[in-house]
T-cell receptor, first 115, second 111 residues
Framework: ETGVTQTPRHLVMGMTNKKSLKCEQHLGHNAMYWYKQSAKKPLELMFV???????ENNSVPSRFSPECPNSSHLFLHLHTLQPEDSALYLC??????????????FGQGTRLTVV | DQQVKQNSPSLSVQEGRISILNCDYTNSMFDYFLWYKKYPAEGPTFLISISSIKDKNEDGRFTVFLNKSAKHLSLHIVPSQPGDSAVYFC??????????FGTGTRLKVLA
């Protein structure tokens, strides 16, 4: 399998549930990202990892907890979410981190609905 | 305040004609720009890029123009094809990984 793969594709969870989103990249990239896309809003950068080290936590509430066990895998652990957290969550990877010329490769996203 | 704006939420173009998608930005420190295309139920895919040292970059049917003085870039697709129907995002960076995305323009190419 190639590219960036996200699971699950769709997730419905209650506000008291705990769930995790998974992302895997098969591109040999060094950087991985979590983005959130809410309706009619731009993509918002949530977390950035470079070589398994977190380099960005963009004022994201603590109910979102990322984990990067190795350079190929990225998780987003979710707990006690709110209905306004319903959105498309996109994972991405790029070859290098600090390079303006580096484009990111995105996964297909997880459509999250919090009820 | 949005630093990258795509003021047209949607655009319809006849097949074979030119599609022009626009993007404006406010931060003069942005020096690298990307366009992504997104089909429904898929993640965005990289389309074309341009750095601030250029004012034009071409790749097949896709050309991106950059007007630094106006802080404006545009994506031209010619000729437009029905398969080009998608949402197009522009993104800008100041040389770091912190790309700022626009809200997207939905392009519909009519057969």
């Amino acid at each position: 399998e190639t590219g960036v793969t996200q699971t699950p594709r769709h997730l419905v969870m209650g506000m008291t549930n705990k769930k995790s989103l998974k992302c895997e990249q098969h591109l040999g990239h060094n950087a991985m990202y979590w983005y959130k896309q809410s309706a009619k809003k731009p993509l918002e950068l949530m977390f950035v990892y470079s070589l398994e080290e977190r380099v960005e936590n963009n004022s994201v509430p603590s109910r979102f907890s990322p984990e990067c066990p190795n350079s190929s895998h990225l998780f987003l652990h979710l707990h006690t979410l709110q209905p306004e957290d319903s959105a498309l969550y996109l994972c991405a990877s790029s070859q290098d981190l600090y390079s303006g010329g580096t484009e990111a490769f995105f996964g297909q996203g997880t459509r999250l609905t919090v009820v | 305040d949005q630093q990258v704006k795509q003021n047209s939420p949607s655009l319809s173009v006849q097949e074979g004609r030119i599609s022009i998608l626009n993007c404006d930005y406010t931060n003069s420190m942005f020096d690298y720009f990307l366009w992504y295309k997104k089909y429904p139920a898929e993640g965005p895919t990289f389309l074309i890029s341009i750095s601030s040292i250029k004012d034009k970059n071409e790749d097949g049917r896709f050309t991106v123009f950059l007007n630094k003085s106006a802080k404006h870039l545009s994506l031209h697709i010619v000729p437009s094809q029905p398969g080009d129907s998608a949402v197009y995002f522009c993104a800008a960076s100041d040389g770091t990984y912190k790309y700022i995305f626009g809200t997207g323009t939905r392009l519909k190419v009519l057969a």
